[in-house]
């Protein structure tokens, strides 16, 4: 691991804003750090209102979108709501369509096939559109890149509006709308809300013509909160806002769909992590296993009880994937291995029988063992498809571009993408990409990286911090968990090893005449010897709670000692 602390912000805007908020000059860093420089920043930062949402006509094409919607209803035509088949997508698809249903009859939803279809808009969706009167088809979390499938659906007279977050190409679809806060014609406040952020922002659109508040839309806030937490989009502007306000309908009055995956949880109060381990894999183990419609019955369905049957399902899709994506890790790593193949900038690798589903997750899987961007290829139909992940800091889409002579199909974001390429090209795609990354990464960002806020004394661990720092919730990427770092720290000898095989440890830590603290470090066995013996030791931690039969205790969440 890399240890690196943040450069500290100026001393005159930390001083300023201390003052402002009455906290500790290294709470008014975390801020700053976070771009929160006066009151009024902060103000909106630890009380966020919906009040703060942007108006969503200030979207390129928006009156556009929202004209075409409202001529299909009053001609009475057939609409289907389309979109890709992981948890943005879905989400999206149930959001919109739920939303339109509660008072239009004639809509259906559309999720393609995963292996049979690929991503995004697909011929055989249009097809299907057009076999059953569709006119208008409204695409969620894709359609951006797709223009041959627009002009396809024109050629049958059918209409399009895109609703989509990922980088344009050169030139769009020509459809009746696109919007993409993404678009370098759009001067829309906030571009890097997710798939069902945009859709969201369309059905808030539609309500304007209906004199529908934005209190009308908490309820679908659910849904978007997923999205945002699975999608790993930026947790600030109108996503945290959004997220925020989600995660309290998540606690407090969920969708039947949404209440039946969690109502076996113990724990009282959800937050963004456990969406995004509890809730998204399962919402995603549909899509990856079986069929993304699984996941948009699930999700639209009113009644708890058949709700609780298509969880049940999914539960089942879910241990399903996770049985795949171990074993498909396993054969990864020998392939590696016995091709040797450590010591590369990349790590790309292929067999035809890998299950197309799980390809992403073990990417990200193998970049624990080999930190460096990595690309996990898999046979679909005559070709290959492939997942691609990233490390921090480096962007993977950038580098597909530049290989992208060889490529068939690609698209994503920065740290996550996907493709397709013929056989004959695979071996001539390797080698550039691995050309390529060897060119552009800077060596740094081949080793893990703990970024550090602060340096902090365990004195400084109050009551009062512990219930600021929970209002920097919920977290996410550019509002990351606050991470500190005390040197000098030493156990008071009831530390011991956690787990199956002693992968993990548990410490009570004190530095010089502080109360000693507990703390738990998964996955840092290996470092237990480092803590024995009242050896001092630098901690790298974030401050956590541990909720245990009701109770809530305090606790440090260990990254790292040395």
């Known amino acids: 691991m890399r240890w690196t602390i943040k450069s500290k912000p100026s001393e005159d805007k930390v001083k300023h804003l201390a003052q402002a908020l009455n906290v500790e000059d290294f709470v008014a860093t ?156 759009c001067s829309y406040p906030y571009d890097e809300l997710c798939g069902c952020g945009v859709g969201f922002k369309l059905i808030q659109a539609l309500g304007s013509n209906r004199e529908q508040t934005i209190d009308d839309f908490i309820p679908y806030l659910d849904l978007v909160a997923t999205a945002i937490a699975a999608d790993i989009v930026p947790m600030t502007g109108e996503n945290r806002v959004l997220a925020y306000f989600g995660l309290q309908v998540i606690n407090s009055d969920p969708r039947p769909g949404i209440k039946a995956l969690i109502h076996q949880i113990k724990k009282q109060t959800l937050d963004i992590t456990d969406v995004v381990f509890i809730i998204a894999p399962r919402i995603n183990a549909a899509g990856r296993i079986k069929h993304g419609n699984h996941a948009v019955e699930l999700l639209t369905e009113f009644d708890f009880e058949q709700a609780q049957q298509f969880a049940s399902e999914i539960e089942q899709y879910n241990s399903d994937r996770k049985d795949l994506d171990k074993q498909i890790t396993k054969e990864a790593l020998s392939q590696i291995e016995d091709n040797h193949e450590k010591e590369r900038f990349t790590s790309v690798v292929y067999q035809e029988d890998w299950h197309k589903g799980v390809i992403g997750i073990v990417a990200s899987r193998l970049i624990e063992t080999y930190y460096r961007p990595t690309l996990v290829f898999t046979k679909s139909g005559d070709k290959y498809a492939a997942s691609a992940r990233s490390v921090k800091g480096f962007d993977v889409y950038n580098a597909l571009e530049a290989c992208s002579e060889h490529l068939e199909q690609f698209g994503g974001h920065m740290y996550a993408a996907g493709m397709t390429l013929k056989e004959e090209n695979y071996q001539l795609f390797k080698d550039a990409f691995e050309k390529e990354i060897e060119k552009t990464i800077h060596p740094d960002l081949l080793t893990p990286e703990i970024s550090i806020d602060a340096e902090i004394n365990l004195t400084d661990i109050t009551p009062k911090l512990t219930r600021i720092l929970k209002q920097f919730e919920p977290f996410g990427p550019q509002n990351m968990t606050p991470i500190f770092l005390s040197k000098n720290t030493k156990d008071t000898g009831y530390g011991k090893p956690m787990g199956q095989e002693e992968e993990h440890i548990k410490l009570f830590i004190k530095q010089n005449n502080s109360e000693g603290i507990p703390a738990i470090g998964f996955g840092l066995g290996s470092k237990m010897d480092l803590t024995t013996n009242q050896k001092p030791f630098q901690a790298v931690y974030s401050i956590d709670e541990n909720e245990w039969n009701g109770k809530i205790n305090l606790q440090l969440r260990l990254r790292d000692i040395k």
């Open 30 to 185: 975390l801020l700053v750090q976070r771009g929160i420089e006066t009151f009024n920043d902060a103000k909106a930062f630890f009380r966020p209102s919906l009040d703060h949402l942007h108006d969503p006509f200030l979207m390129k094409d928006m009156e556009k979108a929202v004209a075409r919607i409202e001529l299909a209803i009053e001609n009475q035509e057939n609409i289907l709501v389309f979109g890709d088949y992981d948890v943005d997508g879905t989400t999206a698809v149930s959001l919109v369509s739920s939303y339109l249903k509660s008072y239009y009859p004639n809509i259906a939803t559309y999720i393609p096939d995963r292996y049979l279809e690929g991503y995004g808009v697909s011929f055989k969706g249009i097809d299907f559109a057009d076999d059953n009167g569709f006119t208008l088809i409204i695409a969620l979390d894709c359609g951006i890149k797709s223009i041959d499938h627009v002009a396809y659906a024109k050629e049958k007279k059918i209409d399009f509006i895109i609703c989509d977050h990922h980088r344009p190409g050169e030139s769009l679809p020509e459809a009746v709308a696109v919007l993409d806060p993404k678009r370098a014609d």
